[in-house]
């Protein structure tokens, strides 16, 4: 009898109906080569166009509709004419807040074939994943405007740190510190110039640290930690960081790594009361959208996320080797990658390449 996962796809606003559509068809050739397992895919067109139509960016009940499935498989969000904070809050954060994937995990490596734009560094001296805070922080939505409009007009955000948010965050990323080679998790901190909310950081940091003696830690400043990302890649491995921190390294990191269209991401829920999101972290790219060019690594990537949380390591296995394969070859990298390449020509060639792998 093969297993069934129930995933919901959101593919949401420009270029993620795209790559996710391309994922769908990479995945099925997958279950089909695998035959030990079924994906049913529930589709849901939530996103900018919903909200032009009905005001909002998903059904009152859309996470009722969606809290039973296995996983959620989401693109991307963002539209020219609707303000960013409504895309965010209304879609993305509505599904990430409350089904409290407070773990958000960002790998990055450079993948065979593919040019970092750092000197010298080909490959195995860029491995990191990065674990960012994903439910409270910066993006903790506290704050407001008064006086909208008048000369006193005062507005805040205030960045929420509580102690049951950072100890589970610091615990999650000790773990798979630990689960890889080197042992070593680099925390990122602002606590010179932040002395109530990440002085707190720090010092559950240091306990957390206390649990797992076979761990190598360091503590890193944000604005010091840019660099060390550019100067000496090689001496970082697992990162933790708060929301807005990591939401801006992994950017770096991606760029570093050759392309953000390939950096993929995981929204956990590590204790699994609710599904985990997966999904590239490109965004929408309104300036390609529709014209077949979009790089759809990224949601491959994610992919293979989506099948280690599912149980399908196997799977997963299979589905980055097809990746590497197919990035080994510069006649099928994407434009934003240099190439001449469309999403169908890449899509077709990691199919291919699931159906010829033998191991
Ligand atoms: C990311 C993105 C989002 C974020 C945007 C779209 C609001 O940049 O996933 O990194 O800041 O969380
Ligand atoms: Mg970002």
């Keep these: 009898m093969s297993r069934t996962y129930r995933i919901a796809a959101i593919p949401g606003d420009g270029i993620g109906t795209e790559v996710i559509a391309a994922g769908i068809e990479v995945l099925e050739a997958l279950a089909e080569r695998d035959g030990g397992f079924r994906l049913a895919f529930d589709h849901f067109d939530w996103g900018s166009d919903y909200y032009r139509r009905h005001g909002v960016m998903m059904p009152e009940d859309g996470r009722e509709r969606i809290k039973d499935h296995n996983a959620i498989y989401f693109g991307a969000v963002g539209a020219p004419d609707v303000p ?39 490959g195995p001296e860029l491995d990191w994943v990065i674990v960012r805070e994903n439910s409270e922080g910066e993006y903790a939505g506290v704050g407001g405007r008064v006086h909208r409009g008048l000369p006193e007009e005062v507005a805040t955000d205030v960045s929420v740190m509580t102690r049951a948010g950072v100890a589970r965050i610091m615990r999650f990323a000790f773990r798979l510190a630990q689960s890889r080679p080197r042992k070593l998790l680099t925390v990122v901190t602002k606590s010179n110039a932040q002395r109530h909310a990440m002085v707190m950081w720090d010092e559950i940091a240091a ?15 944000v604005d010091a930690m840019t660099m060390r990302m550019t100067l000496k890649p090689e001496t970082l491995d697992t990162i933790v960081a708060t929301n ?79 990746v590497e394969r197919v990035t080994a070859d510069p006649s099928l990298h994407t434009p934003d990658l240099g190439g001449p390449a469309t999403t169908r020509q890449v899509t077709d060639a990691v199919i291919q390449a699931i159906r010829g792998d033998n191991s």
């Design 84 to 122: 960013d904070h409504v895309t965010l809050w209304g879609l993305r954060l509505a599904i990430c807040q409350p089904f409290d994937q407070y773990a958000n995990v960002r790998p990055t490596r450079i993948l065979p074939g593919i040019t970092s734009p750092l000197r010298g560094v080909t």
């Design 207 to 221: 306990e957390i640290a206390a649990e797992f003696p076979d761990v190598t830690t360091d503590k890193m400043l």
């Design 244 to 322: 807005l921190h990591a939401d801006i390294l992994s950017d770096l990191a991606a760029a570093l790594a050759g392309s953000l269209g390939i950096a993929p991401t995981a929204n956990l829920n590590p204790e699994r009361r609710f599904p985990s999101m997966f999904e590239p972290i490109h965004g929408s790219a309104f300036d390609i959208t529709g014209r077949g060019i979009a790089n759809p690594i990224g949601s491959f990537w994610t992919a293979t996320m989506m099948l280690e949380h599912l149980g399908e390591p196997g799977a997963g296995a299979r589905l980055m080797r097809a």
